[in-house]
């Protein structure tokens, strides 16, 4: 199974703006952080399985 683990948002010159990177637990997305978030409360985001 193939999981995506990071994308990026991209400007016209090919730099990178902002990075959203996740983490995998199996099949379960785990985490998500997003770098180019407005503030940090919102550049986090966990998951609990149960």
């Known amino acids: 199974m193939i999981r995506?683990?990071?994308k990026w948002r991209m400007r016209e010159?090919?730099?990178a703006?902002?990075?959203v990177?996740?983490?995998w637990d199996g099949a379960h997305l785990a985490e998500r952080v997003d770098s180019g978030a407005p503030?940090?409360?919102a550049a986090r985001a966990g998951w609990v399985r149960r």
């Open 4 to 6: 995506r683990t990071a």
């Open 13 to 15: 010159d090919g730099s």
């Open 17 to 19: 703006t902002a990075e």
């Open 21 to 23: 990177l996740f983490t």
């Open 39 to 41: 503030r940090p409360s």
